[in-house]
Protein backbone atom coordinates (compact mmCIF):
# COMPACT_ATOMS: atom_id res chain seq x y z
CA UNK A 1 0.00 0.00 0.00
CA UNK A 2 3.10 2.77 -0.49
CA UNK A 3 3.12 2.86 -4.08
CA UNK A 4 3.40 6.52 -5.97
CA UNK A 5 3.21 9.63 -4.00
CA UNK A 6 5.25 12.98 -4.85
CA UNK A 7 8.04 12.94 -2.23
CA UNK A 8 10.79 10.61 -1.57
CA UNK A 9 9.41 10.47 2.31
CA UNK A 10 6.37 7.70 2.46
CA UNK A 11 4.51 6.91 5.29
CA UNK A 12 4.07 3.42 5.22
CA UNK A 13 1.46 2.98 8.80
CA UNK A 14 -1.23 1.18 7.61
CA UNK A 15 -4.61 1.80 10.13
CA UNK A 16 -7.03 -0.74 8.34
CA UNK A 17 -9.54 -2.22 10.36
CA UNK A 18 -12.98 -3.77 10.39
CA UNK A 19 -15.65 -3.03 12.54
CA UNK A 20 -15.40 -6.55 13.83
CA UNK A 21 -11.71 -5.76 14.87
CA UNK A 22 -13.04 -2.13 16.19
CA UNK A 23 -15.38 -4.33 18.58
CA UNK A 24 -12.19 -6.61 20.18
CA UNK A 25 -10.72 -3.22 21.42
CA UNK A 26 -13.84 -2.26 23.61
CA UNK A 27 -15.03 -3.65 26.49
CA UNK A 28 -18.10 -3.08 28.96
CA UNK A 29 -18.08 -0.22 31.28
CA UNK A 30 -16.08 2.37 28.64
CA UNK A 31 -16.73 5.66 27.69
CA UNK A 32 -17.72 6.62 24.27
CA UNK A 33 -17.86 9.34 22.00
CA UNK A 34 -19.55 9.42 18.65
CA UNK A 35 -19.08 12.22 16.08
CA UNK A 36 -21.83 13.71 13.32
CA UNK A 37 -25.09 15.81 15.13
CA UNK A 38 -28.23 14.35 15.03
CA UNK A 39 -29.01 12.27 12.04
CA UNK A 40 -26.26 13.33 10.32
CA UNK A 41 -22.90 11.85 9.54
CA UNK A 42 -22.83 8.89 12.36
CA UNK A 43 -20.53 6.56 11.88
CA UNK A 44 -23.29 3.80 12.19
CA UNK A 45 -21.39 0.60 11.20
CA UNK A 46 -19.78 0.70 13.93
CA UNK A 47 -22.71 1.55 15.88
CA UNK A 48 -24.48 -1.58 14.39
CA UNK A 49 -21.66 -3.65 15.27
CA UNK A 50 -22.03 -2.65 18.98
CA UNK A 51 -25.53 -3.07 18.94
CA UNK A 52 -25.25 -6.51 18.05
CA UNK A 53 -21.85 -7.00 20.28
CA UNK A 54 -21.25 -8.41 24.02
CA UNK A 55 -20.46 -5.10 25.07
CA UNK A 56 -22.93 -3.58 28.36
CA UNK A 57 -22.53 -0.76 30.46
CA UNK A 58 -21.64 1.96 27.66
CA UNK A 59 -21.76 5.80 28.65
CA UNK A 60 -22.10 7.28 25.59
CA UNK A 61 -21.47 10.53 24.64
CA UNK A 62 -22.68 12.46 21.48
CA UNK A 63 -25.07 14.94 19.88
CA UNK A 64 -27.25 12.49 19.70
CA UNK A 65 -29.51 10.96 16.74
CA UNK A 66 -30.05 7.35 16.15
CA UNK A 67 -26.73 6.32 17.31
CA UNK A 68 -27.92 7.15 21.08
CA UNK A 69 -31.38 5.71 19.96
CA UNK A 70 -30.42 2.57 19.05
CA UNK A 71 -27.76 1.87 21.44
CA UNK A 72 -30.69 2.06 24.02
CA UNK A 73 -32.93 0.14 22.41
CA UNK A 74 -29.72 -2.73 22.35
CA UNK A 75 -30.06 -2.37 26.05
CA UNK A 76 -25.91 -0.57 25.70
CA UNK A 77 -26.42 1.93 27.48
CA UNK A 78 -25.88 2.50 31.35
CA UNK A 79 -25.28 6.91 30.79
CA UNK A 80 -26.01 9.21 28.15
CA UNK A 81 -24.60 12.80 27.84
CA UNK A 82 -25.78 14.95 25.09
CA UNK A 83 -27.07 18.05 24.42
CA UNK A 84 -30.08 16.67 22.36
CA UNK A 85 -30.85 13.41 21.17
CA UNK A 86 -32.91 14.06 18.00
CA UNK A 87 -33.57 12.81 14.33
CA UNK A 88 -33.77 16.47 12.44
CA UNK A 89 -36.82 15.61 10.30
CA UNK A 90 -38.31 13.39 13.46
CA UNK A 91 -37.74 15.87 16.15
CA UNK A 92 -38.23 13.32 19.11
CA UNK A 93 -35.26 10.25 19.11
CA UNK A 94 -38.43 7.84 19.61
CA UNK A 95 -36.17 4.74 21.18
CA UNK A 96 -34.22 7.34 23.50
CA UNK A 97 -37.81 8.34 24.48
CA UNK A 98 -38.83 5.12 25.19
CA UNK A 99 -35.88 4.33 27.47
CA UNK A 100 -35.82 7.70 29.36
CA UNK A 101 -38.95 7.68 29.88
CA UNK A 102 -38.81 3.72 30.98
CA UNK A 103 -35.99 5.23 33.29
CA UNK A 104 -33.71 2.36 31.97
CA UNK A 105 -30.93 4.45 31.18
CA UNK A 106 -29.16 7.72 33.32
CA UNK A 107 -28.37 10.93 32.22
CA UNK A 108 -26.01 13.60 31.84
CA UNK A 109 -28.28 16.17 29.51
CA UNK A 110 -26.20 19.55 29.21
CA UNK A 111 -26.61 22.37 27.28
CA UNK A 112 -25.51 22.45 23.78
CA UNK A 113 -22.93 24.62 24.14
CA UNK A 114 -21.71 23.52 27.31
CA UNK A 115 -21.37 20.18 25.91
CA UNK A 116 -18.73 21.54 23.38
CA UNK A 117 -16.58 23.11 25.98
CA UNK A 118 -16.70 19.48 28.27
CA UNK A 119 -14.87 18.24 24.86
CA UNK A 120 -12.33 21.26 24.18
CA UNK A 121 -11.36 20.66 27.57
CA UNK A 122 -10.91 16.81 27.30
CA UNK A 123 -9.12 17.52 23.83
CA UNK A 124 -6.73 20.46 25.99
CA UNK A 125 -6.42 17.97 28.55
CA UNK A 126 -7.37 20.72 31.14
CA UNK A 127 -10.07 19.66 34.20
CA UNK A 128 -13.21 22.48 32.73
CA UNK A 129 -13.80 25.36 30.99
CA UNK A 130 -15.95 28.06 32.22
CA UNK A 131 -18.60 29.19 30.59
CA UNK A 132 -22.20 31.40 31.88
CA UNK A 133 -24.41 28.75 30.11
CA UNK A 134 -26.42 26.43 33.21
CA UNK A 135 -26.84 29.44 35.60
CA UNK A 136 -30.51 29.94 36.30
CA UNK A 137 -31.39 26.98 34.45
CA UNK A 138 -32.60 23.43 35.82
CA UNK A 139 -29.05 21.86 34.01
CA UNK A 140 -26.78 22.31 37.08
CA UNK A 141 -29.66 20.45 39.09
CA UNK A 142 -29.79 18.22 36.48
CA UNK A 143 -26.04 17.53 36.94
CA UNK A 144 -24.91 17.77 40.71
CA UNK A 145 -21.01 17.07 39.87
CA UNK A 146 -20.70 19.81 38.00
CA UNK A 147 -19.20 22.90 40.21
CA UNK A 148 -19.69 26.37 39.88
CA UNK A 149 -16.26 28.04 40.60
CA UNK A 150 -15.68 32.53 41.25
CA UNK A 151 -14.03 34.49 38.24
CA UNK A 152 -10.25 35.27 39.71
CA UNK A 153 -10.61 37.85 37.36
CA UNK A 154 -12.41 40.90 36.59
CA UNK A 155 -14.93 40.99 33.94
CA UNK A 156 -14.33 43.66 30.92
CA UNK A 157 -17.12 45.37 32.79
CA UNK A 158 -15.77 45.66 35.80
CA UNK A 159 -17.42 42.97 38.26
CA UNK A 160 -15.73 41.22 40.30
CA UNK A 161 -15.74 37.42 41.49
CA UNK A 162 -18.49 36.82 39.07
CA UNK A 163 -19.96 32.85 39.35
CA UNK A 164 -19.10 30.91 36.20
CA UNK A 165 -19.93 26.88 35.79
CA UNK A 166 -17.03 24.74 35.43
CA UNK A 167 -17.83 22.25 32.86
CA UNK A 168 -16.25 19.46 33.48
CA UNK A 169 -13.42 17.57 30.75
CA UNK A 170 -15.72 14.75 28.95
CA UNK A 171 -12.93 12.56 28.96
CA UNK A 172 -13.24 9.88 26.39
CA UNK A 173 -11.82 6.48 26.42
CA UNK A 174 -12.68 6.16 22.59
CA UNK A 175 -14.42 7.67 19.93
CA UNK A 176 -15.77 6.97 16.78
CA UNK A 177 -16.58 8.84 13.91
CA UNK A 178 -17.46 8.59 10.24
CA UNK A 179 -15.70 11.09 7.50
CA UNK A 180 -16.13 11.05 3.48
CA UNK A 181 -12.67 10.17 2.63
CA UNK A 182 -9.58 8.97 4.82
CA UNK A 183 -6.38 7.00 3.12
CA UNK A 184 -4.97 4.25 5.20
CA UNK A 185 -2.31 6.45 7.95
CA UNK A 186 -5.57 7.68 9.36
CA UNK A 187 -5.80 10.94 7.95
CA UNK A 188 -9.20 11.80 7.93
CA UNK A 189 -11.45 14.16 5.43
CA UNK A 190 -15.14 15.94 4.92
CA UNK A 191 -16.67 17.43 2.52
CA UNK A 192 -20.32 18.20 3.71
CA UNK A 193 -21.10 21.84 4.65
CA UNK A 194 -20.08 21.19 8.22
CA UNK A 195 -17.32 19.00 10.24
CA UNK A 196 -19.61 19.30 13.64
CA UNK A 197 -17.43 18.24 16.45
CA UNK A 198 -15.29 15.26 15.22
CA UNK A 199 -12.12 16.57 15.05
CA UNK A 200 -12.84 17.23 19.02
CA UNK A 201 -14.03 13.58 19.48
CA UNK A 202 -10.55 12.29 18.36
CA UNK A 203 -8.71 14.62 20.61
CA UNK A 204 -10.80 14.26 23.84
CA UNK A 205 -10.44 10.33 23.48
CA UNK A 206 -7.31 8.20 24.24
CA UNK A 207 -8.23 6.05 21.28
CA UNK A 208 -10.50 7.11 17.69
CA UNK A 209 -11.59 4.78 14.93
CA UNK A 210 -12.73 6.58 12.13
CA UNK A 211 -14.73 4.68 9.43
CA UNK A 212 -14.69 6.77 6.07
CA UNK A 213 -16.91 6.21 2.57
CA UNK A 214 -13.92 5.53 0.52
CA UNK A 215 -9.75 5.34 1.49
CA UNK A 216 -8.31 6.61 -1.03
CA UNK A 217 -4.24 7.61 -1.33
CA UNK A 218 -3.04 10.31 0.45
CA UNK A 219 -1.80 12.28 -3.08
CA UNK A 220 -5.63 12.16 -3.85
CA UNK A 221 -6.73 14.35 -1.13
CA UNK A 222 -6.69 17.95 -2.68
CA UNK A 223 -8.41 16.20 -5.44
CA UNK A 224 -11.06 15.60 -3.69
CA UNK A 225 -11.46 18.94 -1.58
CA UNK A 226 -9.90 22.01 -0.26
CA UNK A 227 -6.85 21.72 2.31
CA UNK A 228 -9.60 22.66 4.37
CA UNK A 229 -11.53 19.84 4.51
CA UNK A 230 -8.36 17.83 5.95
CA UNK A 231 -9.38 18.50 9.79
CA UNK A 232 -8.32 14.56 11.30
CA UNK A 233 -4.60 14.44 11.76
CA UNK A 234 -3.85 10.75 11.55
CA UNK A 235 -2.00 11.65 15.30
CA UNK A 236 -5.42 11.52 16.66
CA UNK A 237 -6.36 8.24 15.18
CA UNK A 238 -5.58 4.83 15.73
CA UNK A 239 -7.80 2.77 13.26
CA UNK A 240 -9.46 3.31 9.75
CA UNK A 241 -12.58 1.26 8.67
CA UNK A 242 -13.76 1.65 5.35
CA UNK A 243 -17.76 1.62 5.26
CA UNK A 244 -19.25 2.54 2.08
CA UNK A 245 -22.41 4.06 3.39
CA UNK A 246 -21.23 3.67 6.65
CA UNK A 247 -23.24 6.28 7.65
CA UNK A 248 -26.51 4.64 6.55
CA UNK A 249 -29.65 5.85 7.03
CA UNK A 250 -28.26 9.67 8.52
CA UNK A 251 -26.86 11.96 5.81
CA UNK A 252 -23.38 12.19 4.34
CA UNK A 253 -23.02 14.83 1.87
CA UNK A 254 -21.74 14.87 -0.45
CA UNK A 255 -22.15 11.25 -1.07
CA UNK A 256 -25.54 10.63 -0.08
CA UNK A 257 -28.59 12.13 2.25
CA UNK A 258 -30.53 10.51 4.61
CA UNK A 259 -32.87 8.21 3.82
CA UNK A 260 -35.68 9.29 5.12
CA UNK A 261 -37.80 6.12 4.20
CA UNK A 262 -35.62 4.11 6.16
CA UNK A 263 -35.52 6.19 9.31
CA UNK A 264 -38.90 5.84 9.36
CA UNK A 265 -39.27 2.55 9.27
CA UNK A 266 -36.65 2.78 12.32
CA UNK A 267 -38.59 5.23 13.89
CA UNK A 268 -41.55 2.81 13.69
CA UNK A 269 -39.95 -0.08 15.12
CA UNK A 270 -39.96 2.00 18.38
CA UNK A 271 -43.40 1.58 18.87
CA UNK A 272 -43.85 -1.81 20.71
CA UNK A 273 -40.88 -4.88 21.74
CA UNK A 274 -42.41 -6.74 18.47
CA UNK A 275 -41.30 -3.94 16.11
CA UNK A 276 -38.03 -3.59 17.52
CA UNK A 277 -37.49 -7.17 17.45
CA UNK A 278 -38.64 -7.47 13.64
CA UNK A 279 -36.33 -4.56 12.87
CA UNK A 280 -33.59 -5.99 14.67
CA UNK A 281 -33.71 -9.26 13.03
CA UNK A 282 -33.82 -7.75 9.53
CA UNK A 283 -31.11 -4.77 10.12
CA UNK A 284 -28.92 -6.13 13.06
CA UNK A 285 -28.58 -9.51 13.15
CA UNK A 286 -26.87 -9.60 9.90
CA UNK A 287 -22.93 -10.78 9.60
CA UNK A 288 -21.42 -7.43 8.14
CA UNK A 289 -22.05 -4.02 7.30
CA UNK A 290 -22.26 -5.57 3.26
CA UNK A 291 -24.79 -7.82 4.38
CA UNK A 292 -26.72 -4.94 5.92
CA UNK A 293 -26.89 -2.53 2.56
CA UNK A 294 -28.01 -5.84 0.98
CA UNK A 295 -31.15 -5.70 3.56
CA UNK A 296 -31.69 -2.17 3.19
CA UNK A 297 -31.55 -2.05 -0.61
CA UNK A 298 -33.82 -5.23 -1.26
CA UNK A 299 -36.22 -2.95 1.01
CA UNK A 300 -35.82 -0.18 -1.53
CA UNK A 301 -36.25 -2.43 -4.35
CA UNK A 302 -39.40 -3.18 -3.38
CA UNK A 303 -40.27 -0.11 -2.41
CA UNK A 304 -38.82 1.91 -5.08
CA UNK A 305 -37.97 5.44 -6.30
CA UNK A 306 -36.95 6.54 -3.12
CA UNK A 307 -33.21 7.84 -2.45
CA UNK A 308 -30.92 9.25 -4.81
CA UNK B 1 -54.15 47.00 5.27
CA UNK B 2 -54.87 43.73 3.43
CA UNK B 3 -58.15 42.75 5.11
CA UNK B 4 -57.85 38.93 3.91
CA UNK B 5 -54.96 37.97 5.68
CA UNK B 6 -55.02 35.09 7.97
CA UNK B 7 -54.27 34.10 11.55
CA UNK B 8 -50.85 32.50 10.26
CA UNK B 9 -49.90 35.72 8.35
CA UNK B 10 -50.92 37.36 11.42
CA UNK B 11 -48.60 35.47 13.72
CA UNK B 12 -45.54 36.31 11.13
CA UNK B 13 -45.66 39.75 10.95
CA UNK B 14 -46.07 40.13 15.07
CA UNK B 15 -43.05 37.54 15.02
CA UNK B 16 -40.99 39.66 12.61
CA UNK B 17 -42.04 43.12 14.48
CA UNK B 18 -39.81 41.51 17.66
CA UNK B 19 -36.83 42.13 15.31
CA UNK B 20 -37.47 45.50 15.20
CA UNK B 21 -34.11 47.25 15.97
CA UNK B 22 -31.88 44.83 16.14
CA UNK B 23 -29.58 46.07 13.21
CA UNK B 24 -26.50 43.82 12.53
CA UNK B 25 -26.73 40.79 14.73
CA UNK B 26 -27.71 37.56 13.51
CA UNK B 27 -31.59 36.99 13.52
CA UNK B 28 -31.67 33.13 14.47
CA UNK B 29 -35.46 31.70 14.45
CA UNK B 30 -35.96 28.16 14.67
CA UNK B 31 -39.17 26.48 12.84
CA UNK B 32 -41.14 27.33 9.73
CA UNK B 33 -42.99 30.47 11.55
CA UNK B 34 -40.12 32.07 13.11
CA UNK B 35 -38.01 31.41 10.06
CA UNK B 36 -40.73 33.13 7.59
CA UNK B 37 -40.87 36.14 10.10
CA UNK B 38 -37.02 36.54 9.96
CA UNK B 39 -37.16 36.18 6.55
CA UNK B 40 -39.68 38.72 6.43
CA UNK B 41 -37.92 41.02 8.73
CA UNK B 42 -34.84 40.87 6.86
CA UNK B 43 -36.53 41.29 3.46
CA UNK B 44 -38.57 44.71 4.80
CA UNK B 45 -37.54 46.76 7.78
CA UNK B 46 -33.90 45.28 9.21
CA UNK B 47 -31.74 44.55 6.21
CA UNK B 48 -28.48 44.79 8.56
CA UNK B 49 -29.49 41.43 9.82
CA UNK B 50 -27.75 37.98 9.08
CA UNK B 51 -29.21 34.62 8.68
CA UNK B 52 -28.31 31.68 8.54
CA UNK B 53 -29.79 29.18 5.56
CA UNK B 54 -30.35 26.97 8.47
CA UNK B 55 -27.89 24.43 7.44
CA UNK B 56 -24.62 25.66 7.48
CA UNK B 57 -24.09 29.49 5.99
CA UNK B 58 -25.12 33.01 6.16
CA UNK B 59 -26.96 33.89 3.01
CA UNK B 60 -27.74 37.38 2.32
CA UNK B 61 -30.73 36.48 -0.35
CA UNK B 62 -34.63 35.60 0.58
CA UNK B 63 -34.46 31.68 0.48
CA UNK B 64 -37.72 30.45 0.29
CA UNK B 65 -38.65 28.22 2.80
CA UNK B 66 -38.41 24.31 2.93
CA UNK B 67 -36.35 24.65 -0.61
CA UNK B 68 -33.12 22.63 -0.02
CA UNK B 69 -31.72 23.58 -3.43
CA UNK B 70 -32.50 27.49 -3.31
CA UNK B 71 -29.74 29.65 -4.81
CA UNK B 72 -28.41 30.57 -1.57
CA UNK B 73 -26.01 34.02 -2.37
CA UNK B 74 -23.50 32.76 0.75
CA UNK B 75 -21.92 36.09 2.86
CA UNK B 76 -20.23 33.72 5.32
CA UNK B 77 -19.60 29.60 6.43
CA UNK B 78 -21.68 29.42 9.76
CA UNK B 79 -21.18 25.63 11.20
CA UNK B 80 -21.90 24.75 14.34
CA UNK B 81 -19.02 25.31 16.16
CA UNK B 82 -18.63 28.84 14.95
CA UNK B 83 -22.42 29.37 15.63
CA UNK B 84 -22.00 29.01 19.90
CA UNK B 85 -19.00 31.78 19.06
CA UNK B 86 -21.89 34.04 18.03
CA UNK B 87 -24.11 32.70 20.78
CA UNK B 88 -21.89 33.76 23.61
CA UNK B 89 -20.58 37.24 21.78
CA UNK B 90 -25.04 38.40 22.37
CA UNK B 91 -24.96 39.37 19.03
CA UNK B 92 -28.12 37.19 18.40
CA UNK B 93 -31.75 37.40 18.42
CA UNK B 94 -32.98 33.59 18.84
CA UNK B 95 -36.78 32.67 18.73
CA UNK B 96 -37.40 29.27 20.00
CA UNK B 97 -40.45 27.12 20.59
CA UNK B 98 -41.71 26.27 24.46
CA UNK B 99 -43.79 23.48 25.57
CA UNK B 100 -44.24 25.25 28.56
CA UNK B 101 -43.65 28.95 29.79
CA UNK B 102 -44.26 30.62 33.30
CA UNK B 103 -45.32 33.87 34.80
CA UNK B 104 -41.58 35.03 34.86
CA UNK B 105 -40.87 33.53 31.55
CA UNK B 106 -39.50 30.57 32.37
CA UNK B 107 -39.17 28.22 29.81
CA UNK B 108 -39.41 24.12 29.12
CA UNK B 109 -38.76 21.94 26.26
CA UNK B 110 -36.68 19.23 27.98
CA UNK B 111 -39.35 17.34 29.80
CA UNK B 112 -42.83 16.83 31.32
CA UNK B 113 -42.83 15.58 34.60
CA UNK B 114 -40.07 14.26 36.76
CA UNK B 115 -37.13 14.47 34.67
CA UNK B 116 -35.25 11.38 35.86
CA UNK B 117 -38.47 9.72 34.69
CA UNK B 118 -40.87 11.56 32.62
CA UNK B 119 -44.17 10.93 31.14
CA UNK B 120 -42.46 12.39 27.90
CA UNK B 121 -39.12 12.92 27.26
CA UNK B 122 -38.74 16.38 24.77
CA UNK B 123 -36.16 17.70 23.48
CA UNK B 124 -33.52 18.34 25.57
CA UNK B 125 -32.15 21.18 27.31
CA UNK B 126 -30.74 22.33 23.55
CA UNK B 127 -29.14 25.67 23.60
CA UNK B 128 -31.59 27.35 25.75
CA UNK B 129 -29.63 27.12 29.48
CA UNK B 130 -26.49 29.10 26.92
CA UNK B 131 -28.49 31.26 24.57
CA UNK B 132 -30.72 32.97 27.77
CA UNK B 133 -27.64 34.23 29.60
CA UNK B 134 -25.86 35.42 26.64
CA UNK B 135 -28.58 36.80 23.94
CA UNK B 136 -31.81 37.93 23.53
CA UNK B 137 -34.90 35.43 22.81
CA UNK B 138 -38.03 35.32 21.64
CA UNK B 139 -41.09 32.82 21.94
CA UNK B 140 -43.14 31.02 19.71
CA UNK B 141 -45.97 29.36 21.03
CA UNK B 142 -48.48 27.64 18.07
CA UNK B 143 -50.87 26.03 21.05
CA UNK B 144 -51.51 28.95 23.91
CA UNK B 145 -53.43 26.72 26.44
CA UNK B 146 -53.28 26.17 30.25
CA UNK B 147 -51.13 23.08 29.24
CA UNK B 148 -48.51 25.30 28.04
CA UNK B 149 -48.72 28.91 30.09
CA UNK B 150 -48.26 27.41 33.20
CA UNK B 151 -47.79 28.62 36.81
CA UNK B 152 -44.69 26.35 36.96
CA UNK B 153 -42.68 24.54 34.58
CA UNK B 154 -41.98 20.84 35.17
CA UNK B 155 -38.24 21.75 33.92
CA UNK B 156 -36.04 24.72 33.62
CA UNK B 157 -34.55 25.44 30.55
CA UNK B 158 -34.06 28.66 29.09
CA UNK B 159 -34.44 30.87 33.06
CA UNK B 160 -36.80 33.52 33.43
CA UNK B 161 -36.51 37.05 35.01
CA UNK B 162 -37.13 35.56 38.45
CA UNK B 163 -34.46 32.94 38.16
CA UNK B 164 -31.99 35.86 36.26
CA UNK B 165 -32.12 38.10 38.91
CA UNK B 166 -30.17 36.42 41.64
CA UNK B 167 -27.36 35.90 39.03
CA UNK B 168 -24.41 38.49 38.22
CA UNK B 169 -25.05 41.82 36.59
CA UNK B 170 -23.40 40.75 33.45
CA UNK B 171 -26.11 38.18 33.22
CA UNK B 172 -29.02 40.73 33.58
CA UNK B 173 -27.52 43.15 31.37
CA UNK B 174 -27.17 40.07 28.69
CA UNK B 175 -30.77 38.38 29.51
CA UNK B 176 -33.60 40.06 27.50
CA UNK B 177 -36.63 37.86 26.51
CA UNK B 178 -38.23 40.33 23.58
CA UNK B 179 -41.75 39.06 23.40
CA UNK B 180 -43.66 35.43 23.27
CA UNK B 181 -46.38 35.56 20.37
CA UNK B 182 -48.77 32.84 21.03
CA UNK B 183 -51.44 31.92 18.27
CA UNK B 184 -53.70 34.08 20.50
CA UNK B 185 -51.46 37.28 20.75
CA UNK B 186 -48.58 39.06 21.81
CA UNK B 187 -46.86 39.22 25.36
CA UNK B 188 -43.62 40.82 26.87
CA UNK B 189 -42.09 41.62 30.46
CA UNK B 190 -41.82 45.58 30.07
CA UNK B 191 -42.99 46.52 33.75
CA UNK B 192 -41.37 46.31 36.91
CA UNK B 193 -42.15 43.30 38.28
CA UNK B 194 -40.70 41.54 35.03
CA UNK B 195 -43.75 39.62 35.16
CA UNK B 196 -45.63 38.41 31.62
CA UNK B 197 -48.16 41.02 30.07
CA UNK B 198 -50.36 41.27 27.60
CA UNK B 199 -49.47 42.96 24.44
CA UNK B 200 -52.04 42.98 21.98
CA UNK B 201 -54.68 40.10 21.16
CA UNK B 202 -54.87 38.39 17.51
CA UNK B 203 -58.00 40.02 15.73
CA UNK B 204 -61.07 37.98 16.38
CA UNK B 205 -59.88 36.86 19.55
CA UNK B 206 -60.39 38.46 23.18
CA UNK B 207 -59.07 39.32 25.99
CA UNK B 208 -61.35 36.97 27.57
CA UNK B 209 -60.76 33.85 25.79
CA UNK B 210 -56.65 34.66 26.82
CA UNK B 211 -57.08 35.30 30.05
CA UNK B 212 -59.25 31.51 30.14
CA UNK B 213 -56.40 29.90 28.60
CA UNK B 214 -53.89 30.95 30.37
CA UNK B 215 -52.80 28.79 33.95
CA UNK B 216 -51.54 31.88 35.77
CA UNK B 217 -52.58 35.39 35.97
CA UNK B 218 -51.43 37.41 33.29
CA UNK B 219 -50.85 41.34 33.60
CA UNK B 220 -53.23 43.02 32.06
CA UNK B 221 -52.61 46.94 30.78
CA UNK B 222 -55.50 49.48 30.69
CA UNK B 223 -54.77 49.73 26.75
CA UNK B 224 -54.14 46.27 24.79
CA UNK B 225 -54.29 46.76 21.10
CA UNK B 226 -55.08 44.63 18.39
CA UNK B 227 -52.40 42.61 16.83
CA UNK B 228 -51.15 44.56 13.79
CA UNK B 229 -52.57 42.73 10.05
CA UNK B 230 -49.76 42.49 8.08
CA UNK B 231 -49.38 45.10 4.68
CA UNK B 232 -50.02 44.49 1.34
CA UNK B 233 -46.36 44.00 0.61
CA UNK B 234 -45.52 41.81 3.43
CA UNK B 235 -48.64 39.66 2.38
CA UNK B 236 -46.93 39.15 -1.21
CA UNK B 237 -43.34 38.57 0.53
CA UNK B 238 -44.79 36.04 2.81
CA UNK B 239 -47.33 34.19 -0.19
CA UNK B 240 -45.22 34.93 -3.24
CA UNK B 241 -41.10 34.68 -1.79
CA UNK B 242 -40.75 33.38 1.39
CA UNK B 243 -43.56 30.76 1.69
CA UNK B 244 -44.75 29.77 -1.86
CA UNK B 245 -45.90 26.22 -0.49
CA UNK B 246 -47.95 27.65 2.76
CA UNK B 247 -45.79 25.43 5.24
CA UNK B 248 -46.87 28.28 7.82
CA UNK B 249 -49.97 26.35 7.52
CA UNK B 250 -48.92 23.20 8.87
CA UNK B 251 -48.89 24.52 12.95
CA UNK B 252 -52.29 25.77 12.86
CA UNK B 253 -53.81 23.10 11.91
CA UNK B 254 -56.41 21.77 14.54
CA UNK B 255 -55.83 18.24 16.28
Sequence with gaps: ?308 | MADDATIDEICVTAIADGFRGDGEILCNPIGNVPVIAGRLAKATFESDMVMTDTVSVLAANTIPVGDPDAERLVEAWMPYRDLFDIVWSGRRHIVMGASQIDPHGNQNFAAIGDWKKPKAQLLGLRGAPGNLVNNTTSYWIPNHSTRSFVQKVDVVSGPGYDRVSELSGWIQRNHEIRQIVSNLGVFNFSNSQKRMQLVSHHPDVTVEEIIAATGFELLIPDEVEETRIPTKDELKLIRKVIDPHGLRKAEFIKK
Design chain 1, 1 to 308: MHSAGCSSVEVVIDKKMTEMEVIEELSDGMTIGIGGWGSRRKPMSLVRAIACSNLKDLTIVSYGGPDVGLLCAAGKIRKAIYGFVSLDSIPLEPHFRNAKQEGTIETGELDEGAFYLGLLAAAHRVPFYPTRAGLGSDMLMMNPEIKTIESPYESIDGEKGEELVAIPALNLDVSLIHMNRADSQGNGQFLGPDLYFDDLFAKAAKRTFMSCEKIIPTEHFLKEGSVHTLKIPRLFVDGVIEAPRGAHFTECPPDYGRDEAFQSEYAASAKDPQSWENFKEKYLEVNSHQEYLKAVDSRTQIEEGQNG
